[in-house]
Each structure stands twice: as C-alpha cells, then as structure tokens.
T-cell receptor
Framework: RKEVEQDPGPFNVPEGATVAFNCTYS??????FFWYRQDCRKEPKLLMS???SGNEDGRFTAQLNRASQYISLLIRDSKLSDSATYLC??????????FGRGTSLIVHP | SQTIHQWPATLVQPVGSPLSLECTVE??????LYWYRQAAGRGLQLLFY??????ISSEVPQNLSASRPQDRQFILSSKKLLLSDSGFYLC???????????FGSGTRLTVV
C-alpha cells in the first residue's frame, strides 16, 4: 500500500458544483496534514492545513479522519479558476512530508 | 517576510554533464530544507532533506547529491547526468514544526 493515495481523476465538474476529494494514508503515526494546489507547470502552493476538528476557508473545507486514516477536501460553488491539481500532504514524523500524486480538477462553464 | 529563491528556471544539459542547482531562503534562520523532483505527469518525489548546516538525509539512492554549506543555502548536484534525471526540481523550506512547506518556483531540467 502506498504511503499516500489519491484518486488521480480528472474530476470534470460544471461551475457552481460541489466536489470532494479524499486522500488515504498508511502510517497511523502521521502527525500533520495539508492540502496543496498545483497549477500546470508551476510549483505547489499551500491551500490549507487540515486539523482534527475540521477547518474551513471560504469555499474550502478540510477534514481529517484519524480512525479511517484519510483526509478530505470539499470545494463548494466551484469556479473556473479552481481548475488545478490538488495534492494532499502527510507528515511522516515531524518534518518528513509525503505528497500524494494529486487529483486533477477541471471546472467547465 | 520569508522568501525562497531557486535558479535557473530552465536548464537543458547533455547526458554526462555535471549539474548544480541552488536554492536560498531569506528572512528566516535554521529552516528545514527539501529537494523534490517531479517527473512529467508524476507525483513529487522527495530526494533530500536537511534540518541543519551540513546535515543531509537522502530518501532515494540515485545519481544525485545534496549539500548545505550555509544555513539558508541548499545545493543539488550531479557529477554525470542521466536521461532519467530530467524533471521538474523543486526546493522547499519549512520553519515551524506544524507549519506547511513553501516551494521555490522550480527548475525544469531536460537532459538530452
């Protein structure tokens, strides 16, 4: 089993749709979690951290389920500009990050 | 504010030639530093990380090496490039234990 697994997609959704991505991890001792966004041929950029209690930033909601070892990202009211690849990151130990391969999102008019 | 610089942006090198990519961080001290590679259509592969000057940990045995000669400088090197070394090389840093990682703008390396 890979350390971090994501459905590669692509997820093809219309503007205004709600879309959710999941990311599973294998190491139960993982300590911190993040979602990143990567545009084509660009560096990844931090979208949001993921906290045990769940957290929200505008249209984006992130959740962590430690019992089932997955994190999720929910995007509401999708915009064309949300089209990108979304990477989940799981910290193995306190400073060793493992990135998922990413989920591609395409938002169409 | 903290910034991370990575250069060059694009590089085309012949097989067998040496490589040196440099990454520097400004506005902070004692950051954790990372080198990643992303092959075309693939995920990010952690190559090296460093938690202090002169300290390097290698994640994947390969044709590359890394050094950290100064607190905020991280260098990725190779003595002889292979075709399989082509990819998008990204440097990243992290300060706080629970903070996220910030990436440089990357170097797109093509070995020909």
């Amino acid at each position: 089993r890979k350390e971090v697994e994501q459905d590669p997609g692509p997820f093809n959704v219309p503007e205004g749709a709600t879309v959710a991505f999941n990311c599973t991890y294998s190491n139960s001792a993982s300590q911190s979690f993040f979602w990143y966004r990567q545009d084509c041929r660009k560096e990844p950029k931090l979208l949001m951290s993921v906290y045990s209690s769940g957290n929200e930033d505008g249209r984006f909601t992130a959740q962590l389920n430690r019992a089932s070892q997955y994190i999720s990202l929910l995007i509401r009211d999708s915009k064309l500009s949300d089209s990108a690849t979304y990477l989940c990151v799981v910290n193995r130990g306190s400073y060793i990050p493992t990135f998922g391969r990413g989920t591609s999102l395409i938002v169409h008019p | 504010s903290q910034t991370i610089h990575q250069w060059p942006a694009t590089l085309v090198q012949p097989v067998g030639s040496p490589l040196s990519l440099e990454c520097t961080v400004e506005g902070t001290s004692n950051p954790n530093l990372y080198w990643y590679r992303q092959a075309a259509g693939r995920g990010l592969q952690l190559l090296f990380y460093s938690v202090g000057i002169g300290q390097i940990s290698s994640e994947v045995p390969q044709n590359l090496s890394a050094s950290r000669p100064q607190d905020r400088q991280f260098i990725l090197s190779s003595k002889k490039l292979l075709l399989s070394d082509s990819g998008f090389y990204l440097c990243a840093w992290r300060l706080e234990r629970w903070g996220g990682y910030t990436f440089g703008s990357g170097t797109r390396l093509t070995v020909v």
